[in-house]
């Protein structure tokens, strides 16, 4: 959920900032890109080169950078970030952002952001239950700023209470939930086929085609960034997911594909068809490999099974189902053709007369046709955003 997030985060003077350094860490690790604004507080109890070195990135405490008048742009720090995570949050700098005091660059960016904004207070527990903080949280709450409440148990003073920071591997948890809570495809299921098939003749040959898999893998990760829970079936392909939360099934052959595809259909509620599936299969598959003899050599081919065909065929209501043509001639015909005969919701169209389109390029231009026929003729663009193309079309269609 974090992967390729901008995150900034706030740490403020408190001993829990030694668990900012873990923090860090974990949001580095979960792929996000991290800047950490720190309070002079805060470099009292953990030293900015240690954050630094961690978030691969200055950490910022001052609003002038150095003595040449160079400073350091909360507004700009504010609109980079998607999120802001203040831990540990002082009941200082809780009453500084409830009352839109700015005497510090993180107040500052506080003030400045439009992204959703998490706070993991620390303090002792007579702090934390005092009133002007409670009222300072509520006010913070009711502007739409998200706690992540304090734990119970020894604090720095050696009472017992409320007003521990959360652990960061919870805190880490508490914000992809929150993420992922709010992404349009949360809890919806969904399919991607992606790659080539190939097809055996005896134990070292195949029938194959030049599909890459970046297209489907492009899909599959954006799918995921908008919060679907997704299963990608691929044929042989050296591309990998961005998203580590997509489930991939590696495949070979179209039949092996069909038996992958058949078990999550009937559950997924968006099927994206992008394989390049092999039309034929040998009748045989010789069991040693063929040797030379004659100057022709004859293979039988038969039909494979027409996964999206098929599928076409058994849909069931609310689920959406797209399937891809690459044409070489009478293109949106062939396209409209297959809408139709394969009963699916749209169908994204390549053209290999288009330059920068088809197999292998790492762009691709793409027309949309709908089951009402309407079309949509995108531009030449990666591969990428196409695929944000093709799920902005998905998403249009559920919410109709
Ligand atoms: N497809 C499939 N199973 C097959 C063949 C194709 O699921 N056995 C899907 C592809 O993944 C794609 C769509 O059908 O989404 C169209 O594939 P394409 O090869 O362009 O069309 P075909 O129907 O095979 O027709 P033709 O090869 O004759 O153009």
Known sequence: MLEGKKIVLGVCGSIAAYKSAT??????????????????????????????????????????????????????????????????????????MANGLCDNLLTAVYLSAKCPVYIAPAMDLDMWKHQSTQQNVDALKSFGNIFIQPGYGELASGLIGEGRMAEPEDIISFVEADIKKKLPLVNIKALVTAGPTYEAIDPVRFIGNHSSGKMGFAIADELAKLGADVTLVSGPSSQQTKSKAIKRINITSAADMLTACEQYFVSADICVMSAAVADYTPVDVAQQKIKKKEDTFNIELKKTTDILKTFGSQKRVGQLLVGFALETNDEEKNAVDKLKNKNLDFIVLNSLN???????????????????????????????????????????????
């Open 23 to 96: 923090l860090v860490r974990l949001l580095v690790k979960a792929g996000a890109d991290v800047k950490v604004v720190t309070t002079a507080g805060a470099n009292t109890f953990i030293t900015p080169l240690t954050l630094a070195t961690l978030s691969k990135n200055p950490v910022l405490t001052e609003y002038v950078k150095d003595d040449n008048g160079e400073w350091n742009n909360h507004v700009d720090l504010g609109l980079w970030a998607d999120a802001i995570i203040i831990a540990p949050a002082t009941a200082n700098t809780i009453g500084k």
């Open 354 to 400: 288009d330059a920068g389109a088809g197999f292998k390029t790492d762009t691709n231009k793409i027309t949309i046709i709908d089951r009402r026929l309407q079309k949509t003729v995108f531009d030449l663009k990666t591969k990428e955003a196409a695929a944000t193309d093709i799920c902005q079309k998905i998403l249009e269609l559920m919410t109709l």
